[in-house]
């Protein structure tokens, strides 16, 4: 059986430094998706019909709208105001549930299952290779974690690992129980230094630990 995916990316992103390498990734999965939604995609018959149906999240309506190409991005919203158009014009039936159908037309997001859909081939792949791949794992082991969210997906998908999973899930466990400790240090070596007595101390890789905080937690921040 063949990898979902190349595995070049992942080990470009595996080997550098960084809080993510998931997030990493999928940034670049993104911009990928977001160029062919600005360009290409845009006259394809199956995206004009999915973006009917799913629209986009807000998060990605600003991301295709900071970008050039606002044409492209026009004729797809007015796509998907067509059709979500007559849901605005029904009053009748249980409010509730009205309400919450309203809520959900801005809660899908064509681009978002794009790039979800990519992901899960990664997270499948990435537990093929500690299968297969001899060394895999010391790349891994030598990684600074995971954000939240990255880490539970690894796990979610672990069963890749095929008869290796048990060892594949611990050593995922060890990392990131690693990486979550440092940002614990580091958070506590931020509040130290707001003592007067430790004022004159040199903050070091501290002075980044709110910031590191939220990427652990919630992901690379990035528009
Ligand atoms: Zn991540
Ligand atoms: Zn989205």
Known sequence: MGYHID?????????TKCDCPLCEIQQIVEE????????DAV????????????GFCEKHFDMLYSRPNK???????????????PEFAVTSGN???????????????????????????????????YLKEREFYKILLSTDGFCAHHYAELIKYSDHAGLTKKDYKKLLSTV???????????????????????ALEPLGKAEFALPNARTKL???KYD
């Open 32 to 39: 990928q998706f977001l160029h062919e939604f600005l360009n």
């Open 218 to 220: 919630y992901g690379k």
């Open 95 to 129: 409010a509730k549930k009205l309400a919450q159908k309203l809520h959900a037309l801005t809660g899908s997001c064509a681009i978002c299952d794009f790039v979800e859909e990519s992901m899960v081939k990664y997270y499948k792949t990435i537990a093929q290779m």
């Open 71 to 85: 044409l492209s991005v026009a004729l797809q919203v007015g796509t998907r105001l067509e059709k979500i158009a």
């Open 43 to 54: 006259m394809e018959d199956n995206t004009r019909i999915k973006v009917g149906k799913k």
């Open 176 to 198: 990131q129980t690693r990486s979550i400790e440092t940002v614990r240090n580091d958070l506590k070596a931020f509040c130290d230094k707001h003592d007067y007595r430790k």
């Open 7 to 15: 595995t070049g990316l992942i080990y470009e992103k595996f080997s």
